[in-house]
């Protein structure tokens, strides 16, 4: 897809793609604790949160997988 954004986190990947008011809504968050996403844990996800981002991906039709999410190399 975008290859330009190798040194791209899951959460700023799946903020990019989905945009962090939809993330907040599908998540039951604040916008501010969807922004702290990318610098905790090295960007990712938090696993409680990860199927609803999911969810939100395949709705909308973006390609956004798993493996994405936790950071993990296809």
């Not at 990712?44 to 493996?67: E, F």
């Amino acid at each position: 897809m975008d290859n330009c954004r190798t040194n791209e986190s899951p959460a700023q990947k799946a903020i990019r793609l989905l945009g962090v008011k939809a993330i907040a809504w599908e998540c039951d968050l604040t916008t501010d604790a969807v922004y702290k996403w990318p610098k905790l844990r090295e960007g990712r996800i938090p696993s409680k949160h990860q199927p609803a981002v999911l969810a939100l991906a395949s709705r909308r039709g973006v390609p956004l997988t798993p493996a994405e999410l936790i950071g993990v190399a296809a």
